[in-house]
């Protein structure tokens, strides 16, 4: 491990990383990544002039399937053992 | 008081009372066990800690960021979260998680407190001192970031605030009248509530927020305006029903082996 590593602050932002790591992404990160890759489509859209009530509507009903993706996934993981 | 005001101190109200309720569990548990001198210091010291962190965290988001970025970066962490706490939801609806259980874990930290050595630093219970520190600082951590997120996206700080304070008193009450952890709240209904609450707001101010990539960096509209809101909590709660129905079905197994904790 380096010096940076061993040391007080290296400890101590390790320590901050990894309380927000798990405050804001908790123990599932797929429900972060899924999230996070439809706002970042999103922004793709609106950067490309796409900023209508359709494109608002489609982006909501985006969320909803990545978190249904997700939980199918802890799902099927569950059924594999 | 407008129907958006009383939507957000709602929000809020519930999901403090959630937090305040784990919260007092912690410090229940450590003050019976190891003494109320040394426990309500770590209270005090962790209650001091989070004003300092509210007023940073608070005052940078509001001061640094336009409007429309500020709804896309608290809009995004409240999706985020509130998703968290629906998916426990539907596991714990569909059979796949434990339920959360007051008393067990005032059991459990009452048998730790019990357990542990009797190390003295600056004159206090260290074991007590620490463990009632970090169970106030972290459930206080939730409630300030829900209070900041919503105060700021919803544009009215003081009715957050208030909602919380409302909610500290109101478990306060109920801890110092009964003595014992509050098990009679419906906590994992109420996690539920404050779940799709979070995921509500959050789908609605995240997606407004993306209108800082847009050419005027105006904030996206959305159908109907604020009618939107009812519509994202129907969306979700006929969604998360769904999901925990098909899952019960899909799954025989017990409980343990789905990852993350009873919390």
Redesign the interface.
């Known amino acids: 491990m380096s010096r940076f590593g061993q040391s007080a602050v290296g400890r101590f932002l390790r320590g901050f990383g990894r309380f927000w790591y798990d ?6 990160p797929k ?2 990544a899924g ?2 890759t439809v ?1 970042v489509f ?2 793709l859209l ?2 490309g ?1 796409r ?1 209508g ?1 359709a ?3 489609l ?2 009903v985006l ?2 399937v990545a ?2 993706v ?2 199918l996934v ?2 099927a ?3 594999d ?1 | 008081m407008s129907s958006a005001d009383s939507a957000l101190a709602l929000a809020v109200f519930i999901a403090a009372v959630v937090e305040f309720v784990e919260a007092l569990t912690i410090v229940l548990a450590i003050g019976i066990s190891r003494g109320w001198r040394s426990t309500l210091v770590g209270v005090a010291a962790a209650v001091g800690a989070l004003a300092v962190f509210t007023v940073i965290a608070g005052y940078s988001l509001a001061t640094w960021l336009p409007e429309a970025a500020l709804q896309l970066v608290v809009g995004a962490l409240m999706l985020v979260f509130g998703l968290q706490w629906l998916r426990k939801a539907v596991l714990r609806s569909a059979g796949l998680k434990a339920l959360h259980d007051e008393e067990s874990e005032f059991r459990d930290t009452t048998e730790a407190a019990r357990l542990a050595g009797t190390e003295q630093r600056l004159g206090l219970d260290w074991f007590a001192f620490v463990v009632s520190f970090k169970g106030v600082f972290l459930e206080g951590v939730e409630i300030v970031f829900i209070v900041i997120t919503f105060g700021l996206s919803a544009d009215n700080m003081p009715v957050a605030v208030a909602s919380a304070v409302a909610a500290a008193f109101v478990v306060l009450a109920a801890g110092v009248a009964i003595h014992k952890p509050l098990t009679r709240v419906p906590e994992n209904t109420l996690k539920y509530v404050v779940g799709l609450l979070l995921a509500t707001f959050g789908t609605y101010w995240s997606i407004e927020g993306l209108g800082v990539f847009s050419d005027g960096a105006e904030p996206l509209s959305w159908p109907g305006g604020d009618f939107a809101l009812p519509a994202l909590v129907i969306f979700w709660l006929v969604l998360t029903r769904i999901l925990a129905v098909g899952l019960r079905r899909r799954v025989a197994e017990p409980a343990e082996s789905v990852p993350g904790g009873a919390r």
């Open positions: 405050f804001v992404v908790g123990d599932d429900i972060a999230a996070g706002l999103g922004a609106v950067a002039g900023s009530g494109v608002v509507v982006l909501a969320i909803g978190f249904t997700s939980m802890d799902v993981r569950h059924r053992g």
